[in-house]
């Protein structure tokens, strides 16, 4: 099996492709070169080139594509770049990279060391040695059950859409597909089926879109027996699972999540809503799905913002037992998260005590969001969050200054900011937390600690405005 060596500039060097293929036993060819077959080689691939979608079509499946990633100030050093370009490189080229890789392993930090190459070269060796074989269409699937018996399982993998039909329910005869034009994607449920379409983003999660697609599925007479499918993601799901929870009193729902933060977080768990003038997600319901399928091919199309942004919600995963996320491919990466959540859901239905943790950096990001002034997608806030949470925590003595640091270092990995600019006004955006869906009394934040990540109520007002010079600029 071939290796193609991916990565940001001062990952991949001539002196490491010479060890590895020593260390190996592959010979070095160069892309163009490589006939596509199944010869031990080993080649790498410029980063520009990467970005072609014909090559990353002709690497998936017929070459173990390892990604060498490291902090993007010890790549600068490597590379001879700043750490800013290498910052705005890996934000550009995220998903190209981690939609591409098979396997990840990291650069130590001190890269400059007597005889680093040759360890990572060995460690090259091992995670080829204990790759995946890149061919194999490996599906991973996790069950969300709950103490009274009901369960959904959540499939994730490449090309797991076509599982749709076999999820339906034998007794639905028709199923409505609620979708945004810009999705593009295409299900085939094995029933009569109709699609319906709702505005592209956050607009759409609005009252009267429930009323408009209620009437138009009243029209085409869909039944409670019948069956709702959403395509799309965090947005459509939201949208389609009040749907769902509403009409009849409660009809079936399968989301088909086609972005990282769907599949990660809104999809499963089935909350669900629609936001309102006063806040996000104000008015909804709990109605768990009958499935989720989590495709990955979905995921290389996204645009770079929005896949860079879905990483904001991934982020949180590593400080509620996911571990080092970004050393594992994104199948992996994916499942891991969706265990994390299953396990969480499955103990706490409705919020009413540990399923808070999940909201981990949501409430300074749902603060910004809903004063709108901050250009900022929904996972570009939580990244910001989630440092503000650390920060706080630290200023609460719960956890120390590397626990900081090293929410700051993830952030950073996947391409995120961790301030935000703009004419802030701190105190509006203290006053915004209070009306957070999570505040019961006062305001409630999830932080860090020696116990873990858990809800916490805090009064200091004057905390919470001096924290916020931390992630603001």
């Not at 400080?319 to 969706?338: H, T």
């Not at 981990?360 to 901050?374: D, I, K, M, S, V």
Request: hydrophobic share 40%; net charge negative; aromatic share 4%.
């Amino acid at each position: 099996m071939p290796v193609a060596l991916i990565g940001l500039p001062g990952a991949v060097e001539p002196e490491l492709n010479r060890s590895l293929a020593d260390r190996s036993g592959r010979s070095l060819v160069a892309l163009d070169d490589w006939p596509g077959n199944d010869r031990p080689l080993l080649m790498s691939v410029p980063l520009d080139r990467l970005a072609d979608s014909d090559v990353r079509g002709r690497l998936r499946g017929r070459a173990l594509a390892v990604w060498i990633d490291g902090a993007d100030q010890a790549l600068a050093r490597r590379s001879g770049r700043s750490p800013q370009d290498i910052a705005r490189l890996r934000k550009r080229h995220l998903v190209d990279l981690t939609t591409t890789a098979d396997a990840i392993v990291g650069l130590a930090d001190d890269l400059h060391g007597d005889g680093a190459g040759e360890d990572l070269a060995g460690r090259l060796v091992a995670a080829i040695a204990g790759a995946n074989h890149p061919g194999a269409s490996r599906v991973v699937t996790e069950t969300v059950t709950f103490a009274d018996g009901r369960s959904y399982p959540v499939h994730v993998g490449r090309g797991v859409i076509e599982l749709l039909p076999e999820l339906v329910p034998d007794r639905a005869k028709k199923v409505a597909v609620i979708t945004q034009e810009s999705i593009g994607l295409e299900v085939d449920s094995g029933r009569e089926q109709r699609t319906f379409l709702v505005e592209d983003g956050e607009r759409a999660k609005r009252l009267e879109e429930i009323g408009r697609l209620g009437s138009a599925l009243a029209r085409w007479e869909l039944t409670r027996a019948d069956v709702i499918v959403s395509v799309g993601g965090g947005v459509v799901s939201d949208l389609a699972g009040f749907l769902a929870a509403s009409y009849h009193r409660g009809v079936p729902v399968i989301h088909v999540s086609t972005t990282l933060l769907g599949q990660i977080d809104a999809a499963i768990g089935g909350k669900c809503g629609v936001n309102l003038p006063e806040g996000k997600n104000l008015l909804g319901a709990f109605w768990q799905p009958t499935a989720v399928l989590c495709d990955i091919d979905s995921l290389s199309t996204l645009p770079p913002r929005e896949f860079v942004s879905g990483m904001g919600e991934l982020a949180k995963y590593h400080f509620l037992g996911g571990g080092m996320l970004d050393r594992v491919p994104l199948v992996d990466r994916v499942a891991r998260s969706a265990r994390i959540k299953a396990n969480v859901v499955s103990g706490d239905e409705r919020e009413g005590g540990r399923r808070a943790i999940l909201n981990y950096g949501h409430t300074l990001a749902h603060a910004l969001e809903t004063a709108g002034r901050y250009d900022l997608r929904h996972g570009e806030a939580v990244a910001i969050g989630l440092v503000y949470a650390a920060e706080l925590a630290h200023r609460l003595g719960r956890i120390d200054a590397d626990r900081v640091a090293e929410h700051r270092r993830v952030v950073a990995r996947y391409g995120l900011e961790s301030t935000y600019a703009g004419d802030a006004d701190h105190d509006e955006i203290v006053d915004l937390f209070q009306r957070d869906k999570k505040a019961i009394e006062g305001t409630t934040f999830v932080l860090d600690g020696p116990n873990g990540v858990e809800p916490v109520r805090i009064d200091d007002r004057t905390l919470l405005l001096d924290t916020l010079s931390c992630v603001s600029r």
